[in-house]
């Protein structure tokens, strides 16, 4: 049972990990999205 429970930690923890870096991922999209737009409308 230790040996399953050492190879789902891990499992796990890389999945939580994938899902910070798609979130991060997704914000950082929506900030540079939003300079962007901030950009074409003032200096535009």
Do not use: C, F, H
């Amino acid at each position: 049972m230790s040996v399953g429970r050492s190879i789902a930690t891990p499992a796990s923890l890389v999945v939580s990990v994938n899902d910070e870096l798609r979130r991060r991922g997704y914000i950082e999209r929506k900030r540079t999205g939003l300079l962007r737009e901030r950009y074409q409308t003032t200096g535009g």
